[in-house]
């Protein structure tokens, strides 16, 4: 047996939505995933959302954005790996987000 969505549902539903919408804007994810598709292709391995171990604070801590690329010289006989961290954050109150450079 079928449940029929009630409009009040729907209208929770819809809410939900729009606040969870909202609430990814103000966070830094937006910024994480544009920067991601920024580095594709030209990183060999794009991982977002890895983590590390804080040997200071004895506790596992995020990174928004590991990169890593591998470069071969020589034909195999000397590689250099390339590795790149990203943390994004978003600042209301920062001279890009006004427009103000």
């Known amino acids: 047996m079928e449940k029929d969505l009630s409009s009040a549902a729907i209208f929770n539903f819809m809410s939900l939505k729009e606040y969870l919408k909202k ?58 790996t390339a590795n790149l961290t990203v943390e994004c954050k978003k600042s209301e109150n920062s001279a890009w987000e006004k427009g103000n450079l």
Do not use: C, H, Q, W
């Open 23 to 80: 609430e990814i804007r103000k966070s830094g994810y937006p910024l994480e995933i544009e920067v991601s598709y920024m580095l594709d292709g030209k990183f060999g391995e794009i991982i977002n959302t890895d983590s590390y171990y804080d040997s200071d604070e004895n506790k596992t801590r995020d990174i928004d954005i590991n990169a890593y690329r591998i470069y071969e010289f020589l034909r195999g006989s000397l590689l250099f």
